[in-house]
């Protein structure tokens, strides 16, 4: 049955189909939550005894396969392999190239149970288990497992966009969000609300437009809509961008279908997410919840108060490649950028007069300001 590629039996939940029965009895316990394999040490249960027999070794010191070069030790020969390639600078195989010959085979990871159809991506995957990181960010000193994910990162920096759109275009930095920004250009739109009829060209992007016309509440972040967390990715298909819960994804949909169901009783304002409102809502009320344990200062967003321990850490992570400028933020960086180009997207609207930054052009409008009360 493996060699034929007949799938008979299928998932009555999502319609994935398996070769054997007993890897569908396996599948199934994703959505009805089962774990019936428990650990006599910590209790922690799994739904798969191969899993729960790698988790097991966690509980060991024994750990057999040692890395030649720096001497650490691993309890799984992959991760040990996975480890020492990073050692050496060997580059592993493209996705897709097998370091064998390329068979039908599926090479498994014995710490989460992931399969893979070649080795050399089981490799790559290893990695994330082993926790090296040996591809730095010459910019920012980011640090990432494998070169490919670094090169794409560095288009963060360098404002790379590779990816044109044949139709508009429109320059993407990934190949995977121009993809999903191509089907904005599709009149097919096979997925309808029922309550509304409007249509859209996801089913995620439907699903959670539905949300918010029932007024239900989506699961906060971390709280998967499955019991059993998988160790899965969620992909927004219209900007690439992924999430580890669905939960998650469904949240970020609503960007994309427009609908602000939440309101501000003081202002009126509307946004897409209770959250995004509720931290609105502390411009009115003068709410801080956040205080700086250095100096007590509070803040009423906790990733300003992230952006402002950084005075006191020193820490200057966005560099100018230009010059070499440090800056505590992005945003700071990015005006930065301007002062190193001819561009001037600031202007006066009294005499016309164009400016490198919006501080800069505050600074001029108070000449204006001084001479009309100068001669007024």
């Known amino acids: 049955m493996i060699h034929t590629g007949v799938k008979p039996y299928c998932c009555s939940v999502c319609g994935k189909r398996f ?81 064998m010959f390329d068979e039908p085979a599926f090479y498994k990871c014995e710490t989460c149970g992931k399969a893979f159809q070649f080795r050399s991506r089981l490799l790559r995957h290893m990695i994330i288990h082993t926790g090296v990181k040996p591809f730095s960010c010459h910019v920012c000193g980011k640090r990432f497992n494998q070169k490919s994910i670094l090169i794409v990162h560095q288009r963060i920096h360098t404002g790379e966009r590779p990816y044109p759109c044949d139709v508009c275009g429109k320059r993407f930095n990934q190949k995977s969000i121009l993809n999903g920004h191509k089907k904005t250009h599709s009149l097919e739109r096979p997925y309808a609300c029922d309550v509304c009829g ?19 509440n989506l699961p906060a972040p971390g709280k998967c809509l499955i019991k059993y967390k998988l160790r899965t990715e969620y992909k927004c298909e219209t900007c690439g961008k992924v999430f580890q819960f669905r939960s998650r994804l469904l949240r970020h949909m609503i960007i994309h279908t427009g609908v602000k169901p939440f309101s501000c009783h003081v202002c009126g304002k509307r946004f897409n997410q209770k959250s995004i409102l509720i931290v609105h809502q502390r411009i009115h009320t003068g709410e801080r919840p956040y205080s700086c344990d250095v100096c007590g200062k509070r803040f009423n967003q906790k990733s300003i108060l992230n952006v402002h321990k950084r005075i006191h850490t020193g820490e200057r992570p966005y560099c100018c490649e230009t010059c070499g400028k440090t800056f505590t933020q992005k945003s700071i960086l990015n005006g930065h950028k301007i002062i190193h180009t001819s561009e001037r997207p600031y202007s006066c609207k009294a005499c016309g007069k164009s400016l490198r930054s919006h501080s800069s052009l505050s600074v001029h409008m108070k000449t204006h300001f001084k001479a009309a009360s100068f001669f007024g």
Request: with cysteine; aromatic share 8%.
């Open 19 to 99: 070769n054997q029965t007993s890897i569908l009895k396996v599948h199934l316990r994703i959505h009805t939550g089962e774990r019936p394999y428990s650990c006599d040490v910590c209790g922690k249960t799994f739904n798969q005894k191969s899993i729960l027999n790698v988790h097991k070794k966690t509980h060991s010191l024994e750990r057999p396969y040692a890395c030649d070069v720096c001497g650490k030790r691993f309890f799984q020969k992959a991760s040990m392999e996975a480890h020492v390639i990073w050692h050496t600078g060997e580059n592993l195989p493209a996705p897709g190239k097998c370091l």
């Open 198 to 216: 409007k249509r859209f060209f996801q089913k995620a992007s439907m699903e959670a437009h539905v949300i918010w016309h029932t007024g239900e």
